[in-house]
Nanobody
Framework: QLQLVESGGGLEHPGGSLRLSCQASGFTLDGYNIGWFRQAPGKEREGVSCISPGGGSTNYKISVLGRFTVSRDNAKNTAYLLMNNLNPEDTAVYHC??????????????????????WGQGTLVTVSS
């Protein structure tokens, strides 16, 4: 079964950290851009961060720049999102997505790049005191 599975969400205090994982099964992440998206209650889905197949190119939503770090380990078929200095506005369901791309294609924070790829079911991150 071809799928992405996120893990690592949970309840954290403001200022705390969490690391999300995105594990692929049934296919290899080589050749795929990986995007991280989130959707808070009552709000639209938004792109948070992304990383190119080789990891050489990354992008971040302005509000998470300097706090979040995206990475990947293709040997483990897994991508990660390290989230530091969390605040209540980061509360959301976080999804990872994988988009098949040609070499040297920059990753995008738009979900349209990932329409022909795979999406995970999401993991809930709650930031509250």
């Amino acid at each position: 079964q071809l799928q992405l599975v996120e893990s690592g969400g949970g309840l954290e205090h403001p200022g705390g950290s969490l690391r999300l994982s995105c594990q692929a099964s049934g296919f290899t992440l080589d050749g795929y851009n990986i995007g991280w998206f989130r959707q808070a209650p009552g709000k639209e889905r938004e792109g948070v961060s992304c990383i190119s197949p080789g990891g050489g190119s990354t992008n971040y939503k302005i509000s998470v720049l300097g706090r979040f770090t995206v990475s990947r380990d293709n040997a483990k078929n897994t991508a990660y999102l390290l989230m530091n200095n969390l605040n209540p506005e980061d509360t959301a369901v976080y999804h990872c997505a994988a988009a098949p791309v040609k070499p040297y294609t920059d990753c995008s924070l738009s979900p349209y790049q990932y329409e022909s790829g795979y999406w995970g079911q999401g993991t809930l991150v709650t930031v509250s005191s």
